[in-house]
């Protein structure tokens, strides 16, 4: 099974940007379709986005859609959410993960996660 550790998240003013990384490790990384979810204090989390396992379809949240962009590189083993134009609602936890559609396919096991954090 796949490893994953998100890294890339901080504290970023509304307006900005960060680009999150997830690094893979223990697995057959390019087999994966892959996706982003996050979790906001006090809600459940929520799926941002996914990439199918050669890059070659990608798929977003509707509150998302421009905002975001999810990319990999199957060399590198990384998989990448760039985010514009950030809002203070976008402060969560966010996570990479395989996915089976909108869903974890292993929903029992997530990374430590990156926090983002941004302030109005």
């Known amino acids: 099974q796949v490893q994953l550790v998100e890294s890339g998240g901080g504290l970023v003013q509304a307006g900005g940007s960060l680009r999150l990384s997830c690094a893979a490790s223990?697995?057959?990384?390019?087999?994966?379709?892959l996706g982003w979810f996050r979790q906001a204090p006090g809600k459940e989390r929520e799926f941002v986005a996914r990439?199918?396992?050669?890059?070659?379809?990608?798929y977003y949240a509707d509150s998302l859609k421009g905002r975001f962009t999810i990319s990999r590189d199957n060399a590198k083993n990384t998989l990448y959410l760039q985010m514009n134009s950030l809002k203070p609602e976008d402060t969560a936890i966010y996570y990479c993960?395989?996915?089976?559609?909108?869903?974890?396919?292993?929903?029992?096991?997530w990374g430590q996660g990156t926090q983002v954090t941004v302030s109005s």
């Open positions: 993960a395989p996915v089976q559609g909108s869903s974890p396919l292993f929903p029992d096991y």
């Open positions: 223990g697995g057959t990384f390019s087999m994966y379709t």
């Open positions: 990439i199918t396992w050669n890059g070659g379809s990608t």
